[in-house]
Structure formats: C-alpha cells, structure tokens
C-alpha cells in the first residue's frame, strides 16, 4: 500500500526483536470480545485513480461558483485569490509541519504568525491580536465569554444585524457556561437602537460592522455609552476587505474585534474550513484566548520568535483556561497573510474600491427593476433588497437558469415574517459587467 | 523572624498587629522558575484562609497562592506588575504580594513558624 | 562590511539558511504583488465611514513574496522532512491526493449558502464520510459540525449535559477525567458548567478501577477517557469503566485522539462509548498546517444522537437535505444549537473521506498494527538504554521518563533540544504529567523500518552521551538549528506580539 512503507520481511523482524509472534499479541490488553477479526464492512483499498474519479463525480454534482455567475454573500465571500498563494501554502514545511512547540525549528511559523498578528492589529487598528482562532462566529463566541470575564458580568446584548449563525453559536454557549445572551430581532432596516438596552449588569454589546443586511454604522457613539455602563463593545466583520475602506472598529473605540478572515487567501471550499480572527487591547492581553507569537532573543542573541503567555492556554491551565482551543487554523492564517502581503496597502484599498464600486453599481441596476426596492442605505460589497414577492422561490428560479443570486434571508430566518421577501447580494471583483446584466435581466423576468 | 508563620502551601505571612503581609516562599519560587507575572488582587477584596487569594506564572506552569490566613486586601505590590523576577531575587522581602487586615487573628495558631516549615520543606526532598 | 559574529559570513546567512526580515522591514510604498483595474467610478455609499489614514501595509512584489515565504519555510521542520515523533498528535504522512480532491472544481469553490440542490455532490460526500466514521466506530451517529478536537470535546459534552436535562437529571455536576487526561478535557469540562474530579492511575499507568468506582455517586455526569490512553497503554478495565459509569447513570465520552492505534481493529461502539470525537488531522492524515486547521466530528451513541448540534445532513426520497433549523428539537427542547458558523470543515471531509478511500477497510487496520509494531519495535529497542514508564506492550506510543537521566543534571529538555541537532523533531515532552519528566514517542505508520532503525541509534548514542556526564553538550544545545534556545522568560515578561514602526532616530513611535 502506498503509504505503508512496511515489509512482511520488516514486520518479520520488528517482532523478532520486540519478542513476541504476532501483531495480535501486541493487542492482549484489548478484551478478547472486542477484538474484530476481520476488516469492517466498507470498500476496500483503492488506487490514486480510482478514488480521484470517484470524489471528482461528486464534483461533478455540484454548480460551483468558478462555472456561474455568483452574488452570494451572508458571511462567506467569493474573492479572487493569486496563484502565489496556493503554490506556497502546500509547501511541505509549512503544510506538513505542527504547532510551533519547539521554536528553533520553527522559526518559519512562527515568523510568519507573527505578521499575521500584527496585520490583524493593522487592519481593525487594535493594540494585539492572537494567532487565529476557528471561524469568525466561534471567534465572536470567545470574545463574549471573555468579555464576561473581564466585567465579572453575564449579560451580552446581540444585535439584530449580527449573523445569525454568530448568535447562535453564541447562544450555545450562553446555555452551557451560564451566562445571559440577549438577542434583538432581525434588523433589516438598521434602526435598532441598542443604546436604550446598556445597563450595569450588561458586560457587552457585540454588533457587526458591515451587518448581516449590509449596513454601515458608526459605533463610537454605542462604544462610549459601553464604557461609561461598565461594558465591552464587541464588533464583528464578517468580510474582512471592507477593513480596506471602513473606517476600522477600533478606530470607533470597540474593545474586542472579531472576524472572519476567508476572503483573503481561503476559498470558499463549503463552508470551511475557514480563519477567525481575534484582536483587543493591551490592558485585556492576559484574558485572551488562542495561541499567541511573541518576540524574544536567542541564546546567541539574534531575534527569535516563541509561543507565549501559555499559562493562559489549555495545556497549562487545564480547568482555568481562558479557552480549551488547541489547534486552530494555522494554514489558513498563512494563506491570509501571504494574501494580504501581495496586496500591501496600494492593492487592499484598490481591491475594496473594486468591490464597493461593483456593490453601488450592481445596486443602481437591480433597484431599477419594479418592485425592488434596496433596504441598506450604506454599504461596503453586499446590501439587501425587498422583493416583490418570496425571495426563496427567486433564488432557486435564478439557479435554474445558472446563476447563483444571492441569499434569501429566510435561509436564516426561517419563521420570520418580514424576511421572507429579503435577498441579501454581494459583488465583489470576481463579478463582470455581463454577470450583472445576466443577474438583472433573469430577475426581471422571474419577478414578472 | 518570629513575627512570620508558613503554610504547606509555601506562602509566609508576617504579622505587624493586626495587620499581615503575605508572600511565596524562597522555596516556591526557586521550584516555579523565573516567574513572568503575578496576578493579585483587588484592594478591597474579601480573601478566606486556604482559598485562592493570587496566581503566580512562571514560562510553563501557573500556581494559585492561597491565603494563610482570612481578611481584607489593603494593599498590594504593584512592583511586581513591571518587575515580576522580584519575586525570584526577594521572596520573602520585596517580593511580597499583599498586605491584609486579619478577620480571625486566631487562625495564625495553625501556621507553621520558621523551624518547623524548614523541617516540612527538607522532608519533602 | 563586518563578517556576523555568529556566522562569520558578511551577509548573516548560513548557504541555504537565509536570514529573512519582517515584511514590514521590507515594504515599500509603490510596491505591490497584485494588479488590479481601476475601480467603477461611482459615488460611494459608504455612509460617511470612508477609511481616514494608512492601514500600515507593506508593499512587496511577487518575486519577493515568494522569496520571504520560502526563505521563512526553510527554517522549518515538517513530515515531509523526517521522522516526527509527537505522542498522540499521529503525524502520519500527508497524502498529496487528498490536496488535489480538496482542489477540485465544484467542491473548492462552492459557497456554503447556494441552494442545495446546487451541492448535492458535496452533501453527498459528507454522507458518505459520516457513513465510514460510523462503520470503523460501530456509532449510530456523528456530528460533524466541530472544527478541531477540543471542539469536538465540547460538542460531546454539551451533548451529554442535554442528555441529563431532557431526563430531568440536571443536578449532575461532576465529570471524572483522569490525570493522565490532556489538558483540553478539563479545560472543555469546566467550560460546560461542569466540576472537574481527577481519577488518580494505578502502578501500571491505567485508570485505577477502585479510585474511580469510590468517586461514582448521584452527582456524577460522566467520565472523560482516551482510550488508547496518553501512556500509549489500552484502558484493559474498560468494559468495566463503561458498565460502572453507566450503572452510575453517567456517560462515557472517549477522546478519540488515540484512535489510530485500534482503527479497523476495535469498535469505541464495542466498549461502551456514548461519544468520542475523532482527529481528522491525525488519524485521518489531515495536515496539521502549523497548527490547523483541524476537525473534530463526534459519533454518538443512540441516547446521545438526538442532542447533536445544527447542522446535519439528511438522505430523502428527493436527495439530499441540511437540517440547518431543527424546529422539532427546539420546541421539545432537546436541540443543541450551532457549534460554529455554516457547515463544517469541508475540505478536511474532503481529505479524510480521499484517505478513507484509499486505504479501504483492509488497509486501515493495517495501519493500526503497523502504528502499535512502530512503536513497540522502538520500546522494545531503547528499554535498555533509556527508562520505560511501564511494562511493555504498548500502543501506538512509547512513554519513557527520566529515570535514565538521574544524576546527569541533563533534563527531558535537555535531551530534545539534542535531538534537534540530530535532525529530529523531539518527541512530546513532560506530557503526561503522570509520569516524571515524560518522553512520549509515537512514529506512526508511515515510517519505515530503516528510519526507525536509524532514530533508535541516535537515540542509544544521546543516552549513553548523557549517562556519560557530558553536560555541557546537552545544555548548549541546539548549536545547529536556525535559533538556538530561544529566551521564553523575556518573552512572558514584557510581551512583544507585533512589529510596531520606530522613527530614524531609532525611538519606538506609540
């Protein structure tokens, strides 16, 4: 077997010199009862070929967004990413190599962790940032749970423009550490006002900036109010691009930001497996969860690099850990990072311009067709129309005619009345005029 | 030093009236390593005799430091926040952690003194 | 120009070992890695939060994006590379097929939320990964949302916390882990509300059946084992452990992160699981990446399938369904929410089930015997010279202390930091803390013969160095790597976490 560089003539030998007759001698600890005597009914061994054809058939089953027209959003992001980047990420050294326990020889993760941390802090203009976390709902999750640590409160109130995938998972949580999640309604129109609920048993406040319909907010406002209650402002980016022309959440004053960083570097690959990322203030450092990179000095004197502030970690900490997260999301951090260096801050900025000028255009076109009425009054890439009738329905006619268009809230909410007419649309660069006008014309003709 | 009494948890406590300043142990610190942060309490806080009162880290290990004795947090060492290897150089002197007001001055009675701490610590070998 | 002290060379470097700065050191404005087109010229509807001011990006090209992330790999020591004998993390070759399939058209680049009927390829396939977890596991069910181990642990005991609420025995707040146990487990205990009580091991390394069965009572939820346990020896009282927790009204959760000694040879299902999540990145040669990403589905027994987490995939009469909102479960309260945003990690599905498939279910018990021979054949080989923690045989992983180092003054640490100079990733240290000083070797099965035999000499050669008083060697050491022992003291003290600018004159800007 290809894999399995063992010999019957090796296998003869090592069990010579361990001194017993059998592989299965090596197994007497394991109750005799439960021992399987032959392979479980499953396929047996098959060659490279044979499974590539039978994985590329289920392949073949599926509309993927490099073959239609794709305006779909909703928290995961279809980006165009360089070709650099994939080349390097499957590197041996970096693909096949582990958690930097041993740092001299693992500078190279350790290096690179370290950019990763100091591009994150760059981006939402806060003081650190850890080295990733698994997505950005278990992300935000973290950020709850350890905000409630630093107030010694329980009450988190959640915004009606947070994902509702992040409220849920936060809502998981919520339950089984004991803690209070206060979840407004779904937010459509962004008028919610959370200010009105801030009050001195709340320990945070988490919104998302741009929020699930789209919308644009400054929160310095909200943040000060926190502040004075006593409480966090959390704010969670669910497309990290728009940090290239948004004013960034720390620059409002947020206390913890998350986010997802899949639209840099990482397909869009189902749903995962993706980058949360996780950056805060200096004075909250040792409330952090996730592995942390810092700077040091070898034996020789020359710069080095090193996990540290372990003590905060599972490993160390046991039942007193800020988190139990051991393996994160190492290679995707590092498909970000080398994203975010080909880009610097010339093709960032230029990259968001992109997305945002195809966002107003794509919006300009589709609320220029009857009934369509736009409900995100500012926006970076994705906003949220009302339809004239069901959005569900739209969307799976547009997907007859081969285009992906968009997400229909109900997806999400479910029993919610007022989302059922709601599609939620982002354009990005990947998207061209004749997209656009395909989109438009085969709406048109669904919403006839 | 007869003013200060041990726990089997390696921390001292010296008694000036009703008032006492509690510490690690030149022990304690010689077996965490250098310590990289000290954690304390707030002034103010109620701390009870045997619970956790501080955590002291070092690079691979964090210990919790009990209180020997139950009271009030009147102060605490802010020296060791910017300077926490004084805790490994000064154990039983500059490395304080906290002062506190004693509740129960009778708990002292099942402190160890001096003597027999050093017995305690030479029969754990 | 002045030769490096270190190095003696002008420029720093060591021929292949290249000195690579910061990209931030290396920016320049001007500079970039991409071309884009001018942007539509529209009004922008930014609201008036149009970014003010310089992000603090550097500028690179391509060719010297390629040069730092290669120079920066160069200075790592991976699979690829050599022997890596890490205990229960099973750093098993990764598989190149399994890249190419993650890779493919219409399952890289498909969107999470498009209409199902547009990914029934890829709802297929999870079914059919969950189909070989539930086969090589005898489990009814999985949960495959969790996004690494520790997730997974969570996943499992929320499940089993549910489980008691919906049977009206919520005031079950005691789960028995034992010392040996990673540190995950209390870690993932104490985050669902629960008390950790620790289960002391007997002389032979294994949970002592008596210490446990004294913590049983009313109040006990369950118990949080690995099997193979983190010595590397099978838990032989296992069936009795499950009867007893059972009989005590608790649950079994199995850390699966051992699996790869028993796959295809023995069933958790088979020894009383209720719940165990599996390491795709390790039995299931996922790659570790540097530290993930990973995935952590958790089987299920018949009492604990009802509590898995949103979402899930379903078979029916029109194809294939995600249960994304269990409406039913939530109005009987027995639904236990999301775990994590959309569906799972999909591309470590995609890796797995290509692994899965090549191997077949001949092959993957063959990896299991050839994971136990491995490591055995190592036992067997250094007994002599180094100091095992238990009587032989063992599983998958060899655990040895520090006993063969007394009076040396050369610590475990000491020993590794050796190993490095060797060319070796040293094996998990002070892990468990059971032991004293612990050395735990696990090498896989995708280790050959010859390599073991050649790691088995180096390491006769360390221990009979440092047996010899040669101490000085082992405390410089390493001397050959990129960085030698790195100052984790300075680091904790006064943390540097990212690259801050300083100005000309070499003061520190804010």
Redesign the interface.
Request: hydrophobic share 30%; aromatic share 8%.
């Given at each position: 077997m290809r894999y399995l560089p063992l010999t019957d003539t090796d296998r003869r030998a090592m069990l010579a010199r361990i001194g017993v007759p059998s592989i299965d001698s090596l197994y007497r600890d394991v109750p005799e009862k439960v021992r399987l005597s032959k392979p479980v009914d499953l396929p047996l061994h098959m060659g490279e070929l044979e499974v590539e054809r039978a994985i590329s058939a289920l392949a073949a089953k599926n509309l993927g967004t490099g073959r239609a027209p794709s305006f779909l959003g909703a928290g995961a992001y279809c980006h165009h990413v360089p070709a650099a980047v994939d080349h390097l990420i499957q590197r041996g050294e970096f693909l096949t190599s582990y958690t930097p326990y041993q740092p001299e020889v693992t500078q190279g993760t350790l290096e690179y962790l370290f950019e990763f941390q100091t591009q994150v802090a760059l981006l939402t203009e806060m003081d650190v940032a850890n080295a990733s976390m698994y997505d950005g709902a278990t992300s935000t999750a973290e950020a709850v749970m350890m905000a409630n640590r630093v107030t010694r409160r329980g009450k988190a109130i959640l915004s009606g423009n947070l994902h509702p995938h992040y409220r849920e998972v936060i809502a998981t949580h919520a339950h089984f550490a004991g803690f209070t999640a206060v979840a407004n309604n779904l937010d459509p129109e962004g008028r919610e006002d959370l200010i009105a609920q801030i009050d001195g048993a709340t320990s945070c406040v988490v919104v998302q900036n741009p929020g699930f319909f789209g919308h644009l907010r400054d929160h310095t406002a909200l943040a000060e109010t926190c502040h004075k209650a006593g409480a966090l402002l959390i704010v969670a980016v669910t497309e990290i691009i728009s940090l290239g022309a948004v004013t960034p959440p720390g620059r409002m004053g947020a206390d913890i930001v998350t986010a997802e960083g899949q639209s840099l570097g990482n397909s869009l690959g189902f749903g995962g497996p993706y980058v949360g990322l996780f950056a805060t203030r200096e004075k909250f450092l040792?409330q952090m969860p996730g592995r942390l990179v810092g700077e040091t000095v070898d034996a020789d004197g020359r710069r080095g690099w090193v996990l540290t502030l372990?003590?905060r970690e599972q490993h160390?900490?046991r039942e007193?850990a800020t988190s139990n997260i051991c393996t994160n999301s190492g290679l995707c951090a590092l498909a970000f990072t080398i994203h975010l260096t080909l880009l610097g801050e010339a093709g960032l900025t230029r990259l968001a311009a992109i997305n945002h000028g195809k966002a107003v255009q794509l919006a300009e076109k589709l609320t220029a067709l009857p009934g369509v009425k736009l409900t995100t009054d500012a926006f970076f890439n994705e906003f949220t129309l009302a339809l004239p009738k069901p959005a569900a329905p739209v969307v799976d006619a547009l997907a007859d005619r081969g285009i992906l268009g968009g997400v229909p809230a109900s997806r999400l909410y479910p029993h919610e009345a007022t989302a059922a007419n709601l599609l939620i649309l982002a354009a990005t660069e990947t998207n061209t005029d004749a997209d656009v006008d395909a989109l438009a014309a085969a709406l048109q003709e669904i919403l006839k | 030093m007869s003013n200060v009494k041990f726990t089997e948890d390696h921390e001292w406590i010296r008694i000036e009236g009703d008032t006492g300043t509690i510490g690690i142990t030149d022990y304690a610190q010689e077996q965490l390593g250098?310590v990289?942060?000290v954690?304390l309490p707030d002034v103010g806080r109620k701390v009870e005799k045997g619970k956790d009162m501080a955590v002291v880290?070092?690079?691979?290990?964090?210990s919790e430091v009990y209180a020997p004795v139950s009271g009030s947090v009147t102060a605490i060492n802010d020296k060791l926040t910017a300077e926490?290897?004084t805790v490994n150089s000064a154990a039983m002197g500059d490395g304080w952690f906290v002062k506190i007001k004693l509740s129960n001055p009778s708990e002292l009675d099942k402190l160890m003194d001096e003597v027999a701490y050093k017995k305690y610590v030479e029969g754990l070998g | 120009m002045t030769p490096d002290p270190i190095t003696g060379t002008f420029s720093g470097n060591r021929a292949l070992q290249i000195e690579e700065p910061l990209i931030f050191e290396q920016g320049q404005p001007g500079r970039t890695g991409v071309d884009l087109p001018a942007p539509p010229a529209v009004k922008d509807r930014l609201g008036g939060l149009k970014r003010q001011g310089e992000i603090g990006l550097p500028g690179l090209s391509e060719p010297q994006a390629i040069r730092h992330y290669t120079r920066l790999s160069q200075k790592n020591y991976a699979i690829d590379m050599g022997l890596y004998p890490l205990g229960s993390c099973t750093m098993k070759h990764n598989p190149r097929l399994n890249e190419k399939m993650v890779r493919l058209p219409g399952l890289g680049d498909l969107h999470p939320m498009q209409p199902v009927k547009t990914a029934q390829g890829a709802l297929e396939l999870i079914d059919k990964l969950a189909h070989w977890l539930k086969t090589l596991t005898g489990m009814p069910a999985v949960a495959l949302s969790p996004g690494a181990g520790a997730h997974g642990e969570l996943c499992g005991i929320m499940a089993i916390r549910a489980a008691h609420e919906a049977k009206g025995e919520g005031h079950r707040k005691r789960i028995l882990v034992p010392e040996s146990a990673h540190g995950t487990n209390p870690a993932t205990a104490a985050g669902v509300g629960y008390s950790v009580d620790p289960i002391p091991a007997n002389d032979g390394g294994r949970v002592d059946l008596a210490a446990f069965k004294a913590k049983l009572g009313a109040d006990v939820a369950g118990i949080m084992i690995t099997n193979p346990n983190t010595c590397g020896l099978f838990e032989s009282e296992i069936l009795e452990i499950s009867e007893a927790i059972h009989g005590a009204g608790g649950y079994f959760y199995g850390d699966g992160a051992n699996f790869n000694a028993i796959v295809g040879r023995v069933r958790p299902g088979d020894l009383g699981v209720d719940c165990m999540h599996i390491n795709l990145h390790k039995t299931f040669s996922t790659p570790h990446g540097g530290g993930g990403p990973g995935a952590g589905p958790v089987v299920l027994s018949a009492a604990l399938a009802p509590f898995a987490p949103l979402p899930y995939v379903v078979h029916g009469p029109k194809g294939f369904a995600l249960v994304e909102h269990d409406d039913h479960a939530q109005a009987t309260g027995k639904a236990l929410g999301r775990l994590k945003g959309f569906h799972g990690q999909m591309g470590m599905f995609v890796r797995a089930l290509a692994y899965m498939m090549s191997h077949g279910a001949d092959g993957l018990r063959q990896v299991a015997a050839d994971a136990v021979l491995n490591a055995n054949y190592i036992l067997a080989s250094l007994k002599d010279d180094m100091s095992p923690a238990f009587d032989g045989p063992c599983m998958h992983e060899a655990l040895f202390d520090d006993a063969f180092l007394k009076d040396t003054e050369i610590s475990t640490l000491d020993i590794a930091k050796a190993m490095i100079d060797e060319g070796y990733h040293p094996m998990t240290m002070?892990f468990p803390l059971v032991v004293h000083g612990a050395l735990l070797i696990e090498p896989t099965e995708t280790e050959s013969k010859e390599t073991l035999d050649q790691f088995i000499e180096v390491m006769k050669g360390l221990a009979r160095r440092a047996k010899s008083g040669d101490s000085a060697y082992f405390h410089g050491a390493p001397r050959l790597s990129p960085r030698r022992r790195l100052d984790?003291?300075a680091a904790?003290?006064k943390p540097v976490l990212r690259w801050r600018p300083s100005n000309i004159t070499g003061q520190a800007a804010e």
């Open positions: 040792r372990s003590t160390i900490r007193k | 250098d990289v942060y954690e880290e070092s690079v691979k290990a964090a926490p290897a | 002070y984790e003291t904790a003290r």
